[in-house]
């Protein structure tokens, strides 16, 4: 049982890593480098979305 | 929404602004919590189980400390990077690399060793003759939990309240089982703990408990990363730290009352699951399996909170070019740092497969002993820039300089005491914060934007 653990955990390993990798590459290729680095310090209050409580 | 798409003129990607006092809490804790199932309980074997208590008192005052001075200064700076942000206000580039650096390295040193007793807990739960090794269940521990926070901090700090709430009610339940109102039913304290044996190699041993005493509380500082983060910085950061901090020092307290009265301090000073052993000496298998799941929950919140913070302080750096500007790209679906957490996990991963754990251990309370030495200084520059009265402070700690003078102290011993078992490493990585911090000022300075990395609306600070 073990055994079959230690290869689930690789398969785990396996899918989610790549699915991480292909999500960095689509959103590399689908946004400008502009945007995706637009975050400033100290400007967050100016950006952020309203919260309703 | 901030978000953008193809198209359309380019929009500001930030960060969420979505966590609340409790996800601070589960943030600080969550990182804190397992140093109570695996680290404190080296204490004990260099100085006896004594030595772990007097240095558990110790540790909890220079923590309260951390905690106090932390909840002034970020209510003030709430911004992601948490101490890299302060020192970059407060005392300059220079300094703010090195405190972003020790940051980098303690959260990412404790990812592994968390990882590392994440995979040996397993191992040592399938006996000796399955013949697996660690690696497989280190790998998916780190790489589920990139993917949690690479999906969003939200849900992320959610699951980990969750998972941290429940690793602390388990030490409660075990402090209550083994009634410890009743010694000598099931806790025998006064058979182990005897006044030959508390404190075999004398005071030397105490101070040399230090290095792992840290261990009960390593990471609470580690709340000012949520910063950018919270709906309400002001509120929720002083109230999620001290709140963390009031758990840790009831979950500390217990954890040794209960390990202390049920091994003796030979075997609780060189096991690797203090708790989990605890439970097995109770003789109760409810308690034996109880203490190991939560030793792994414990050591998956842990990694969790460490995985968020190093990929914040990573992501702070590049924001103000201090490294390359490409890692402080923002995800624009799940509003996280996704590049700093990508970079990072190779790196963990590296570490986790070929580091020892106590080396690994020792990393990490080298970088955060330096992290909090900065701080002691940091707090005294704060107050004498910026007096009480003339900027908006979230929360004011008392009794000042008298808890920087402490936690300075403090650091101090914990620095001899770590030399005392681990010279070389200590030395080792102060040669490398000289070398990077002569390549930062010689060359990577020059591309950071000087003017703009200064975001606080705040007066000229007295005597400028």
Known sequence: ???????????????????MLFDWYKIDTTYSEDTLTSSREGEIEAVSEKHKV | MTTTSMGSAPQKISLSRVLGPIHVWALGVGIVLVGEFDGWNFAADKGGALAALIVLWFCGLLYSAVAMIDSEVTSTIAAA???????????????????????????????VSDAILFGDAIVSKSGGDSGINHNSFVAASIIILAFLNYRG????????????????????????????WSQGTVLKLNELVTPENALPYGWIGVIASFHWGIWYFLGIEGTTQAA??????????????????VTLLIAATMTWYVCASLL?????????????????????????????ITTLLAALASANGCIND???????????????????????????????????????????????????????????VLQYTFMSINIMMFRKKWPLGS?????????????????FAL?????????????????????????????????????????????????????Y
Not at chain 2, 159 to 174: E, M, P, R
Not at chain 2, 446 to 457: E, K, L, N
Request: hydrophobic share 50%; with cysteine.
């Open chain 2, 228 to 245: 950018e983060e919270v709906r309400s910085p002001a509120r929720a950061l002083p109230l999620g730290t001290m709140a963390g901090m």
């Open chain 1, 1 to 19: 049982m073990w055994v079959y653990l230690t290869y689930l955990c690789w398969a785990v390993c396996v899918g989610l890593g790549g699915w």
């Open chain 2, 391 to 407: 900027i908006q402070r979230g929360y004011t700690h008392p009794l000042h300089p008298i808890p920087a003078i402490m936690l």
């Open chain 2, 153 to 180: 901090v939200l849900t992320n700090l959610n699951f980990n309240f969750a998972i941290t709430a429940i690793a602390f009610l388990s030490i409660v339940i075990l402090f209550f089982s083994v009634m410890p």
């Open chain 2, 264 to 292: 003796p301090w030979q075997l609780l000073g060189s096991t690797y699951f203090p708790l989990w052993d605890a439970g097995r000496a109770t003789q109760s298998p409810l308690l034996e399996n109880m203490m190991f």
């Open chain 2, 411 to 463: 650091c101090m011993v914990t620095f001899f005491a770590i030399f005392l078992g681990y010279g070389v490493q200590l030395t080792a990585m102060v040669v490398f914060y000289i070398v990077v911090s002569v390549w930062f000022h010689f060359y990577r300075y020059q591309y950071v934007r000087r003017g703009a990395q200064f975001t606080m609306p705040w007066p000229k600070p007295q005597g």
């Open chain 2, 310 to 368: 190093a990929a914040r302080a990573w992501f702070s750096l590049g924001r103000d070019r201090y490294l390359p500007s490409w890692f402080s790209a923002v995800h624009p679906k799940y509003r996280t740092p996704y590049r700093s957490i990508i970079f990072l996990t190779p790196i963990a991963l590296a570490f986790a497969f070929v580091a020892d754990l106590n080396q690994a251990i020792t990393f990490s309370i080298l970088s955060g």
């Open chain 2, 81 to 111: 990077g948490g101490q890299y942000a302060q020192a970059k206000h407060i005392v300059g580039p220079l300094m703010a690399f090195n405190v972003a650096l020790y940051m980098v390295f303690a959260y990412t040193m404790l990812e």
